[in-house]
């Protein structure tokens, strides 16, 4: 029920702190402080999927997610038809190379900071 939910949440939310303090960082944190980071494989989960009017006339936008950090995403042509015909909906995961952040200050920042 709820309350083993909120545990379970509580559970997470300090694991998370413990690797933070150990000096892990999530993906889209080391991505955002350091570009390398995406040459490598990261697996994100697609979280939301932001539809224009219609998939012919507008760029459709997804934001994507690394477990601990939520950053809107714009897409490749093939992206963006796999969103116009459902395939790619929110709870989907996606094997990613080659991300990079947009907008990103030349010396790295947090994700919160992101303009």
């Not at 997804?62 to 490749?76: I, K, R, T």
Request: aromatic share 6%.
């Amino acid at each position: 029920g709820l309350l083993e939910d909120h545990f379970a949440l509580c559970t997470w939310l300090m694991q998370r702190c413990r690797a933070e303090l150990s000096g892990r960082r999530s993906a889209f944190q080391r991505l955002c402080e350091n570009g390398a980071l995406g040459e490598r494989h990261l697996v994100l989960l697609c979280s939301r999927v932001l539809l224009s009017e219609s998939c012919e006339q507008g760029e459709q936008h997804v934001e994507l997610s690394d477990g601990l950090y939520f950053l809107p995403a714009e897409l490749d042509g093939h992206l963006q038809n796999l969103v116009c015909r459902g395939k790619l909906r929110p709870g989907r995961w996606l094997h990613t190379a080659m991300v990079h952040v947009m907008g990103l200050p030349a010396e790295g920042c947090d994700p919160l900071d992101l303009p």
